[in-house]
């Protein structure tokens, strides 16, 4: 599935670990079945060699609220002394290291997943300071045919259907992705809507983030198979039990999909099993890059890898790197809502032309962010 090698050569050595938490109240947000997010925090990690060389990464940080500073804190006590002074070729070497040192501390204190969300962030920024380091974009590094990435737009509310729709249809996109799931209006109306307003040829996926039963998704998913959706993401709890999974394959046509809540590749395959078609690993919640590089070889050919994103540029460029290094058959979520920390905190890198992105052309995996727009979005919280 993947067409480049990995070859890390250069043995680097950690000398500095510094993270960012940032916030903004600009934009508007997504509403999800799970809830909205009134501000949008975020949280960045910068990583720096012994030859002032550095790499930037993103850790899931989108709720609750202090999400960013709470993470950031954990860094700080628990994380950073086991990464100073470690040497390593490969980003994996870290991943592993930190894990073999640090899954029982954090079983122990009952945040798992929050040590896999900082490993995912942590991973990502070490891809980007290797890379640096080495002088290679990441098109170059697993010689790409292609510097461009597949995106999709997602996150769309049934209030903005009529302006993000067509809006995005204009720049190429012909995947589009609805929050559905809320009590106040049917389900199939909203994707009946859409399928009115997306371009012949397009097609219309849908999220429910998780807030069915299994007999609440068999009779939603009945109502809206008429439109043909791409897929249906978490339209189950992640750790509902597989032969629910497994029934509500069998009861529709419509591919099911998930991957944000999923953690560590021997759960991608066990879902698989269990009917899943569609794979959305998260760069900053798992494994980071090459968590989702490694599920890509493993996978059948016929289970597709769709990157999950909500986040800042940072992390939005890692997902659609990996969309790019997938190949043909993945495209990136790219969130259609306002947000400046993924438009304005690295710059205007995250342009649409033609349903695709441009990943970086200058050595490392991410565009780092500015200064003044660190400064700006600083939390102050
Ligand atoms: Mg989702």
New binding site residues.
Partial sequence: MLSGEMNFQDTIRIAGVKTFPIRTSRGNSPKMALGIMPTRPALLIKIEDNSGCYGWGEIWANFPTRANTHKANIVEDVIETNLLGFSFSDPREVQEALRNSLAIFFLHIGQSQVFEHILAGIDMALWDLTLRHKGVSFTDFMGLPSSWAQSYASSINAEDLGRLIPLHAGMGHTYFKLKIGFVEHGNAHIVENASKLAPDGSSIMV?S?QSWTLEQAKVALRDIEEYEPYFA??ALRADAPLSDWEELAKATIIPLAAG?NIYGIEDFLTMTQAGLKVLQPDVAKWGGVSGALDLAQTVSEDVLIWP?FMGTAVGQVAALSISAAVGKSSTCEVDVNDNPLRTELCGDVIAIEGGQVELPSDPGLVHPPTIRMLTTFADQI
């Fill in positions: 999220d983030n993401e978490e944000e999950h």
